[in-house]
């Protein structure tokens, strides 16, 4: 299967603190890869390297196309796109006016159209976007007007809008309730099916394990297991890295759960 997103010997260094050692990973066409860890991993960082937010070492390709040397912007141009943990939105600006500032791509013919025809800039991308995560009835709502979950699933849209390659998803659970948490598994892998590859990050374990396909686990800035999410919930070291080894039965019995 064609790698969509490959790293390779990803490190990063804050002074003398090793964040990330030779990190690689890769993200195939057609698929969600979701990268876990306890606290403190390295996960996010990871996100930032590849995205180009924080200085790193190593290889970052997009369908065979090596991005180590370009900005975050040009990345994003590229195809490779990010969320944030937090949700950011403009509160004064319509969920559809928000998604379409982050599909607009400034140039010159853009702004000499939208004097001319008075053509609202990346209107018809943010509504794709949000029927694609199920969105279509909230776009002339203002953000202040959404349920957590609601606002969530348009960071998603957000991040669908300038039709990316590969996203990164950071924490895109965090917050939400059982209910909501199981409405975004479905919505990312709606994004999935439709053809985006997805990077996912986030601790809740029972929406990682039931849509992701594949699944690296990080403890120290260092990969220390790989596989399908019933290969990585029974793995040793997983359950290691999370409770320790007294806790071994547990946490295995705790993933399965999460993952039931």
Sequence with gaps: MTAALRAEGVSVSFGGVRALVDVGLEVPEGTMVGLIGPNGAG?????????????????????????????????????????????????????AENLAVASETPSVWGTLREILWRSPPGEAAAHEALSLVGLDDVADRLPDELSQGERKLVGVARAL???????????????LDTTESEQLGRQLRRVVDQGTAVLLVD???????????????????????TGTPDEVRRDPRVVEAYLGGAGARRAADALDMEAG
């Design 43 to 95: 996960k996010t960082t990871f996100i930032d390297a590849i995205t180009g937010f924080v200085r790193s070492t190593g290889r970052v390709e997009l369908h065979g196309r090596e991005l180590s040397r370009l900005t975050p912007h040009e990345r994003a141009r590229s195809g490779l796109t990010r969320t944030w943990q937090a949700t950011e939105l403009f509160d004064d600006l319509t969920v």
């Design 161 to 175: 809008a300038g039709s990316p390659r590969v996203v990164c998803f950071d924490e895109p659970g965090a917050g």
């Design 203 to 225: 601790h809740d374990m029972g929406l990682v394990l039931s849509v992701c396909d594949h699944i690296v686990v990080l403890e120290f800035g260092e990969v220390i297991a």
